[in-house]
């Protein structure tokens, strides 16, 4: 038998499928959308077209109250920490940056949160301020990253507001800038944005989205402070996290 | 789906809605009528001079929390953001002058055609300057005089001078609060008001400290609702009446274990202004977690306990300058220290409200600082008193399940 965890993000829903040794044999992720309770089913078909599954699932994130199946909820913050002590049992500060949320999480020695804090009610920083870019200016989360490797300098960008700083992005185009420079100084702003949440002292790990599937930004928050490490597959780490949660 | 645990109401809900009725039925009557002339007062203004003069006293602020807190708040600041108020500044101004330029109040409810109208307005600027620009909309569209009663902001020392110089203000509006009362200035009714004041303000302390019980049989949602007399009416018979009524539901409460929460398992601390348009979704949000909030800056701010009838303005300066948020970081930790142990809190939640910064106590490290010396754990939330479009509920409610979570395991 197989248990399931799922991360049910603004953007995406993230499942894990966990074995008896709570190792995790599977991933999937979709787009959330406006239904959550399909989003969830979505998870729970792909694993049980192949695998024999138990209920409860164990889930977090938004609307997870909603969902029809037999659950136990839990607060996405605490079982992320739970996921990443797992991995490193250590004291740790943990950023994790989702679709409209970023996360500082402070973990202490027993694994235990200690103080966390969430951007303030502004998505600038976060995945959708990136996906907001892309939109506008026709480009993918891929090209986005390789954009940012060429870079040679940086250009910063200084607008709060998402729109405005597509706005700002496209004045610097219209007024000669390269793309890879923006690119950079768009993802320094995510960075910047990211230490502004609260002190990191000796070990931070990057965590959600944005870190996997842009490595550069992982690299920035590297040259920002050094002692930093973000695990494999890290936007699942929340669901898995429910999972160990709910394991005796 | 989780159960929800019941809320058992207070039964003194009927008796304030009595006395907040009667409270307003005497503004209409003398707005209709005109045989009692109208002051318009801050929340935390002069009060006792004003009744004790024979005014009927009529708060724009309590109108603010009214249209928080009937959800109307949002149709009407845009109203005021187009003609010419910022949407930074104070949400009850934005919403009360909304409200005011499209000829609606929550009180057509209750009969009134418009807001009672100003003979006079007085304003005392221990909370912030807003309340100034705010009256003085409402004296040049009425063409009434305004009075001011300036105090310093920060105060770290209450000094005699401080002290004297807005006693020494208390005196000198009386003449020109003269020139448009019925009665003249009597210092003995003047004491009988401060008496009375001083006695209500003593009662509804005991009714807050009845939540140093575990568990309390009262929390912040109430709190924020029952304080209505003792805003409004403070200086009154009717506040004292009222509070006598409440107290010994509360003791009664106690007496019996009935606790505002029931399975009263964490205590919370709730600084800054109330999220109006939240408070009862907020109330059985914080009951379903088995979370009471059983101390709060802004209903503790309302105990004028310094009121002295034998020095009646020595004493009236002293406890509007005493007041919580007249006061300098150095003294708000001092008393956020105290309220801390004496209430047995587990934890706390600063409401930075975007357009009130000065009820907003996590602006200047206060919270660090606190954490630093307390080790009582906090979350800071980001919205407002009456604009509810700076609120994002879904973020806050991830915070405040998380921070509950945090604090059940450290227990």
Redesign the interface.
């Known amino acids: 038998m197989y248990r399931i965890g799922i991360d049910l993000g603004s953007s995406f829903t993230k499942g894990v499928l966990v074995n008896e040794d709570n190792a995790i044999v599977d991933y999937f992720v979709g787009r959330t959308g406006f239904d959550f309770d399909k989003a969830s089913k979505k998870v729970i078909d792909h694993f049980s077209a192949q695998h024999e599954i138990e209920y409860p699932i164990f889930t977090c994130g ?1 609307g997870r ?1 909603k969902l029809t199946v037999p659950l136990v ?1 839990n ?4 079982a992320l920490s739970k996921a990443v002590f797992d991995i490193y049992k250590k004291p740790c500060s943990v950023i994790d940056i989702g679709g ?2 970023t996360k500082f999480v402070k973990i202490n020695a027993e694994g ?7 951007n ?2 502004c998505a600038a920083g976060t995945g959708s301020f990136l996906e907001e870019i892309a939109f506008r200016l026709d480009i993918s989360a891929l090209e986005f990253n390789e954009f940012a490797e060429k870079a040679t300098e940086e250009i910063r960008i200084n607008s709060f507001c998402t729109v405005f700083a597509v706005s700002e992005i496209i004045g610097m185009i219209k007024n000669g800038s390269n793309m890879p420079s923006i690119v950079l100084g768009i993802y320094n702003s995510i960075i910047e944005r990211s230490f502004e949440l609260a002190l990191v002292e000796d070990f931070l790990v990057v965590t959600g989205g944005i870190p996997d599937n842009h490595p550069m930004i992982l690299k920035l928050f590297k040259d920002k402070f050094k002692n930093t490490e973000s695990p494999e597959k890290s936007q699942f780490l929340a669901a898995y996290g429910c999972v160990l949660l709910n394991t005796k | 789906m989780q159960e929800k645990p019941e809320i058992v109401k207070l039964q003194s809900v009927g008796n304030l809605r009595v006395t907040m009725d009667d409270y307003f039925n005497r503004l209409k009557t003398a707005d209709e009528t005109k045989n009692k002339k109208i002051v318009w007062c801050t929340s935390v203004g002069p009060a006792e001079l004003l009744y004790s003069m024979g005014f009927e006293v009529y708060f724009p602020e309590n109108h603010g929390a009214m249209l928080g807190a009937s959800k109307t708040a949002d149709k009407y600041i845009p109203t005021a953001v187009a003609h010419g108020f910022s949407p930074d500044i104070c949400s009850y101004l934005t919403s009360d002058i909304g409200a005011f330029l499209q000829n609606e109040t929550p009180l057509q409810k209750s009969g009134f055609k418009s807001v009672p109208t100003p003979d006079i307005l007085v304003y005392n600027t221990n909370q912030c300057r807003e309340v100034g620009d705010w009256f003085s909309y409402y004296a040049r569209y009425f063409k009434v005089p305004i009075l001011e009663i300036n105090t310093p902001l920060c105060i770290n020392e209450l000094t005699p001078s401080i002290i004297k110089s807005v006693a020494e203000q208390f005196k000198e509006i009386i003449p020109e609060l003269e020139k448009v009362a019925t009665q003249k200035f009597d210092i003995d009714k003047f004491r009988e008001t401060i008496k009375l004041s001083h006695d209500g303000c003593v009662l509804w302390r005991q009714v807050l400290e009845t939540a140093k019980n575990k568990p309390s049989p009262i929390n912040f949602f109430d709190s924020a609702i029952h304080m209505g007399p003792i805003v409004v009416m403070r200086g009154t018979q009717h506040a004292v009446d009222y509070y006598k009524i409440l107290l010994a539901e509360l003791q009664e409460r106690v007496r019996n274990g009935i606790s505002a929460v029931p399975n009263e398992k964490l205590r919370l601390y709730w600084d800054g202004m109330p999220l109006w348009y939240k408070l009862s979704s907020n109330a059985k949000m914080f009951a379903s977690l088995d979370t009471c909030i059983v101390a709060s800056t802004y209903c503790n701010s309302w105990i004028f306990d310094a009121l002295d009838p034998a020095d009646p303005f020595e004493s009236s300066a002293l406890a509007y300058c005493k007041l919580f948020i007249v006061r300098a970081d150095e003294e708000k930790e001092k008393v956020l220290t105290n309220l801390l142990s004496e209430f047995s809190i587990d934890g706390i939640i600063y409401h930075e409200s975007k357009t009130c910064p000065r009820n907003s106590n996590n602006r200047y490290g206060l919270q660090n600082r606190l954490l630093e010396k307390t080790k009582v754990p906090f979350i800071e939330i980001h919205g407002d008193l009456n604009d509810s479009r700076c609120y994002s509920e879904e973020q806050s409610i991830i915070s405040i399940e998380t921070f509950i979570q945090q604090l059940a395991n450290r227990k």
């Open positions: 938004y109250e909820s607060s996405e913050i605490i409209q949320d235990q949160v200690d103080k966390f804090k969430m303030r009610k």
